[in-house]
């Protein structure tokens, strides 16, 4: 990585303070990768989960089938009524407690909280061989309370989706808030689960399906509406600030935006890039690495478009929201300024003295 650094006349303090790097194909493609790096399919997991578990404060419903004639739970066949064929015993619908269990009869006590509703059926047929005559059990979610994902932010309805034996992913949850209030290329989702909080944009999920990753009981979902933007000063085209799209732009595309360089007064070898990095961005050229009260560097990427490789690499440079790109002026246009001061208060002298 080609790097200088800042030159022998900059205060003290500032030595070694902020980073001057020489942007080359090995550095952009190095933060083009640090860009990449969130992946939801890798982050999150993209397999879907086996089946729904119960948890505290769901409510489910216990059927009961036995063989006839002799049953545990439903009544006996009275006198010249027919006995032939089963018939279920539909038990009160339960609450599943703090401690994660629900009560049945003549078995008590049974941890239902982290179990599908199938392997909860099982255990307690199980557990009623023996005292029932070949007993059935069915289990049936009543009431979901346990297993949804919250959706917010920056969407048409904030709400709580279920979630299902199905499977539902992230777009899922999205179209049952009615979908985004701002446009696609312009929002942010971010997932937290647990203690991860992570965030692509939109688009890109849009694309790569496999970033539209299966959802978990507990996630929360928020749309972001960030516009982005970037400050472009010095002799470029305009000196203004610039929106662009989460997706993301590339240097060439910058200064595109901002009308391109001044041919009468930029220097083409001077075009710089202000931004705050994480300190292990890239391996810095000064050492030690000083950074600020919020563990950023100052750094100034530089690019020459005098070298006609620079044009390649400005084609996969990424800006980051917030920066400053900054295009030099030429020597002569420093020159150009003076005479034109110069003629201007003279012209009108010479003028004068003619008139005279």
């Not at 545990?72 to 009160?92: D, I």
């Not at 099982?122 to 346990?146: C, S, W, Y």
């Amino acid at each position: 990585m080609a790097a200088s650094n800042p030159p022998d006349s900059a205060p003290v303090q500032t030595e070694g303070f902020i980073q001057i790097v020489d942007v080359n194909d090995a550095v952009a493609r190095h933060l083009i990768a640090e860009k990449r790096a969130v992946d939801f399919s890798t982050i999150l997991g993209d397999t879907r989960v086996s089946s729904q578990k119960l948890g505290s404060g769901d409510s489910i419903e216990v059927s009961v089938w036995e063989a006839p004639p002799a049953t545990l739970f439903g009544a006996p066949a009275l006198p010249g009524e027919a006995s032939g064929g089963s018939k279920a015993t539909v038990l009160p619908t339960q609450i599943i407690d703090t401690d994660g269990r629900i009560s049945v009869p003549f078995i008590g006590q049974v941890q239902a909280a982290g179990k599908s509703p199938s392997e909860l059926a099982r255990e307690i047929a199980e557990r009623l061989k023996g005292k029932a005559n070949d007993p059935q059990i069915v289990v049936r979610l009543v009431r979901n309370a346990t297993s949804y994902v919250t959706v917010v932010g920056d969407v048409t309805n904030s709400s709580r989706m279920e979630l299902t034996a199905g499977g539902e992913r992230l777009l899922d949850a999205l179209a049952s808030a009615g979908g985004t209030r701002q446009a696609v290329d312009k929002t942010l989702i971010q997932i937290t689960r647990g203690h991860m909080v992570e965030s692509l944009p939109l688009q890109t999920i849009i694309r790569d399906p496999r970033q539209n990753v299966p959802l978990r009981a507990g996630d929360v979902i928020t749309a972001l509406f960030e516009p982005l933007s970037f400050t472009v000063l010095g002799a470029s085209g305009k000196n203004d600030e610039i929106n662009f799209e989460a997706q993301g732009i590339t240097l060439s595309q910058a200064l595109a935006r901002a009308g391109g360089l001044n041919d009468n007064r930029s220097d083409p070898k001077g075009v710089f890039i202000f931004r705050m990095e994480r300190k292990d961005a890239i391996d810095w050229p000064n050492k030690p690495v000083r950074v600020t009260a919020d563990d950023l560097v100052p750094v100034i990427y530089r690019v020459s478009l005098k070298d006609p490789a620079s044009f390649f690499v400005a084609q996969s440079f990424p800006i980051n929201n917030r920066d400053l790109v900054y295009v030099s002026n030429a020597p002569a246009a420093e020159l150009q300024k003076f005479l034109n001061l110069v003629f201007s208060v003279v012209y009108p002298v010479t003028t004068v003295i003619r008139s005279y």
